[in-house]
């Protein structure tokens, strides 16, 4: 299998919800990331998680929380979002966190917040 | 931090034609390339990467070069073919498991 997959693909929610983010990988990579993509413009990241520790935070708002279960699933718990906070959520995953391992990415969430 | 920048941000070729896009980075650093295809409304997909170490690296119908004492990188596509029509963006490596995405640059090949 080499493929990232995540779930849902499309999720509206309002102001005041509380949502999960779902992603799955399982080509025994160890590193797993978070970015975010606004239209028009690059992936942006957000969290790197390394063996299941998160090592990078990109100075990410309180309400996008993440969560490493273990070596395969990353999730982005999402509370009181604003509006500017609407846009594709991809997930990536990698061999070690390093900076020469190539990242593949998931097919994203497209998330609208109302 | 890493600094990345792509040109252009617009390129329409023929058919048949080639495509070349440009990348410059500013940390002395990195030391990975990627660039990644991205089609609409679709993931970014991996289609080539280079590291340093390596001056120029070609799959099929693709070519990227580096050459590091100038922090330049380039995408090159030969006889491009409708199916190349996507935006493509360049990536330079920095810090440790850090991308910085070039702006990205909209092909258009036209029939």
């Known amino acids: 299998d080499t493929e990232v997959t995540q779930t849902p693909k499309h999720l509206v929610m309002g102001m005041t919800n509380k949502k999960s983010l779902k992603c799955e990988q399982h080509?025994?990579?160890?590193?797993m990331y978070w970015y975010k993509q606004k239209a028009k413009k690059p992936p942006e990241l957000m969290f790197v998680?390394?063996?299941?520790?998160?090592?990078i935070n990109e100075s990410v708002p309180s309400r996008f929380s993440p969560e490493c279960p273990n070596s395969s699933l990353l999730n982005l718990h999402l509370h009181a979002l604003q509006p500017e906070d609407s846009a594709l959520y991809l997930c990536?995953?990698?061999?070690?966190?390093?900076?020469?391992?190539?990242?593949?990415f998931g097919p994203g969430t497209r998330l609208t917040v109302t | 931090g890493e600094n990345v920048e792509q040109h252009p941000s617009t390129l329409s070729v023929q058919e048949g034609d080639s495509a070349v896009i440009k990348c410059t980075y500013s940390?002395?650093?990195?030391?990975?390339f990627p660039w990644y295809k991205q089609e609409l409304g679709k993931r970014p997909q991996l289609i080539i990467d280079?590291?340093?170490?390596?001056g120029e690296k070609k799959d099929q119908r693709i070519a990227v070069t580096l050459n590091k004492t100038a922090k330049h990188f380039s995408l090159h596509i030969t006889e491009t073919q409708p199916e190349d029509s996507a935006v493509y963006f360049c990536?330079?490596?920095?810090?440790?498991?850090?991308?910085?995405f070039g702006a990205g640059t909209q092909v258009v090949v036209t029939p």
């Open positions: 940390d002395s650093a990195s030391n990975y």
């Open positions: 998680y390394s063996y299941e520790k998160l090592s």
């Open positions: 080509m025994g990579h160890r590193a």
């Open positions: 990536a330079a490596s920095y810090s440790w498991g850090k991308l910085q």
């Open positions: 280079i590291r340093s170490n390596v």
């Open positions: 990536a995953s990698s061999q070690p966190a390093g900076a020469s391992y190539e990242q593949y």
